[in-house]
């Protein structure tokens, strides 16, 4: 699925593996009131959405891989990013396809917040469970408040999800959860993933917490901060 807002002339030219917008002005995109984008599949599709003013509330993004293919990208590059009201990106992968990859880019903004979440879990509790995917935000300010939080665990043989949130100048989290542990109990366990964060300044306050644990054989995650 390809989706891009533009406010003045220019070209919007769909590749495989992007979408690349040459107008010098974006323009807004929102979804809200329950809607949905959905590329689920034996390996999820590919989401590229480029845009000033990206909102979604209540709102919810699928890229879930269901069988044994490998899952697409999802890739959104805005200003400024805003995922409110139990909005959700879901990219778990409950086969033994390895899960797809997150992008969020803002050039100014990426927020999350009133219990918005991104999922990229591996749930496949068998021995040919397939890896997480990573994520990778990038923005000058980052934040996640208000319920908000980020899951890439593991319940089986398949790895954890690598989650690097790179800020220029200010990563806040406020009454926030990242979970990125490894849950499976058996010998074929898979290990959990990794979280760096990268900013000038990095806040942590209101409960908000960073889960890595192992609850069997499977490695527990670095936290980078």
């Given at each position: 699925?390809?989706?891009?807002g533009?406010?003045?002339s220019?070209?919007?030219?769909?590749?495989e593996?992007?979408?690349?917008v040459?107008?010098?002005?974006?323009?807004?995109?929102?979804?809200?009131?329950?809607a949905?984008v959905?590329?689920?599949?034996?390996?999820?599709?590919?989401?590229?959405i480029r845009?000033?003013?990206?909102?979604?509330?209540?709102?919810?993004?699928?890229?879930?891989t269901?069988?044994?293919?490998?899952?697409?990208?999802t890739?959104?590059r805005?200003?400024?990013?805003?995922?409110?009201?139990?909005?959700?990106?879901?990219a778990n992968?409950?086969?033994?396809?390895?899960?797809g990859?997150?992008?969020?880019?803002?050039?100014?903004?990426?927020?999350?917040?009133?219990?918005?979440?991104?999922?990229?879990?591996s749930?496949?509790?068998?021995e040919?469970?397939?890896?997480?995917?990573?994520?990778?935000?990038?923005?000058?300010?980052?934040e996640?408040?208000?319920?908000?939080?980020?899951d890439?665990?593991?319940?089986?043989?398949?790895?954890?999800?690598?989650l690097?949130?790179?800020?220029?100048?200010?990563a806040?989290?406020?009454?926030a959860m990242?979970?990125?542990?490894?849950w499976?109990?058996?010998?074929?366990?898979?290990?959990?993933?990794s979280?760096?964060v990268?900013?000038?300044?990095?806040?942590?306050?209101?409960?908000?917490?960073?889960?890595?644990?192992t609850?069997?054989?499977?490695?527990?995650?670095?936290?980078t901060?």
């Amino acid at each position: 699925i390809n989706m891009a807002g533009v406010a003045s002339s220019g070209e919007v030219i769909p590749t495989e593996s992007d979408l690349k917008v040459t107008s010098s002005e974006k323009g807004n995109i929102i979804i809200r009131d329950n809607a949905s984008v959905d590329v689920s599949g034996a390996g999820s599709g590919d989401i590229f959405i480029r845009g000033g003013e990206f909102i979604s509330d209540d709102a919810h993004l699928y890229a879930r891989t269901l069988g044994d293919k490998d899952a697409g990208v999802t890739d959104i590059r805005a200003t400024n990013l805003s995922f409110d009201h139990s909005s959700g990106i879901y990219a778990n992968t409950e086969g033994s396809g390895n899960g797809g990859h997150l992008i969020l880019n803002a050039s100014e903004s990426a927020k999350l917040s009133s219990g918005s979440q991104i999922a990229l879990r591996s749930l496949d509790s068998g021995e040919h469970s397939g890896d997480s995917g990573d994520l990778l935000i990038e923005a000058k300010q980052i934040e996640l408040n208000d319920g908000a939080g980020i899951d890439a665990h593991t319940d089986g043989s398949g790895h954890g999800g690598h989650l690097t949130f790179d800020a220029s100048e200010s990563a806040t989290f406020s009454d926030a959860m990242i979970r990125l542990g490894a849950w499976g109990d058996d010998e074929n366990a898979g290990n959990s993933g990794s979280l760096m964060v990268n900013a000038k300044n990095i806040t942590f306050n209101n409960g908000s917490g960073i889960d890595a644990h192992t609850s069997g054989n499977g490695k527990g995650g670095d936290v980078t901060l």
